[in-house]
């Protein structure tokens, strides 16, 4: 009896560390996703604009957004320094190239398009940066061009706190096992 319940307890432990590791995405609830290696919260709904618009009115829309209390709405950043393709640097190409996320696998996320994306990444007067979630290109627009907006933030939300059902589960088995020590010890 003694084996087994010491094998038993190693396999809860190991499996505890098996599961501890925290995805880079994190469903906040309420609609924000929490990237916590970039460190910024994205809306969900990648379409929550409802629309595409010029580079000047995606600015506008997120300057003015207010969601889930908070007002500090900005486009995504985008690495110059990369080609067109494979750009994991910029915050969208993090998502598409790192996390996996595309108009075909959403992930978290929804109502992810299959077109392109402003930035907040300016190229000059006329053009700005762009992404595209169907191939993971970006490149430069002009900004009179109607592309689709997704609003994020820096930062995390407060989380709903939620137990970790391993943790739990440890201390539970834990408890149960002291018990069942002390029933025998007693008996």
């Known amino acids: 009896m003694k084996r087994a319940t010491i094998f038993f307890i190693t396999m809860l432990f190991l499996l ?3 599961h501890s590791a925290k995805a880079a995405l994190q469903d906040l609830g309420g609609g924000l996703i929490y990237d ?6 994205w809306m969900q709904d990648a379409n929550s604009a409802d629309d ?4 000047d009115e995606a ?5 003015d957004l207010v969601f889930q209390g908070y007002d500090d709405w900005r486009l995504p950043e985008t690495d110059t320094s990369c080609s067109e393709h494979d750009c994991p640097g910029s915050e969208m190409g993090h998502l598409f190239y790192t996390e996996g996320i595309t108009s075909d696998a959403m992930g978290l ?3 992810v398009k299959s077109s392109m994306y402003w930035s907040s990444t300016e190229y000059d007067d006329i053009q700005a940066w762009r992404f595209n979630f169907k191939y993971g ?3 430069k627009s002009d900004k009179d061009l109607k592309r689709y907006v997704w609003a994020v933030r820096y930062g995390e ?5 939620v137990p970790e059902p391993i943790s739990s589960l440890l201390f539970i088995t834990g408890g149960a096992t002291l018990a069942v020590r002390r029933y025998r010890k007693n008996r």
Request: aromatic share 18%; glycine share 6%; proline share 7%.
């Open 16 to 18: 505890s560390f098996a």
């Open 36 to 41: 916590e290696y970039l460190g910024i919260t």
């Open 52 to 55: 595409t618009m010029t580079w």
């Open 59 to 63: 600015v506008a829309w997120v300057d």
């Open 109 to 111: 996320f929804s109502d």
């Open 137 to 139: 290109t970006q490149g």
């Open 157 to 161: 939300s407060s989380p709903p706190v």
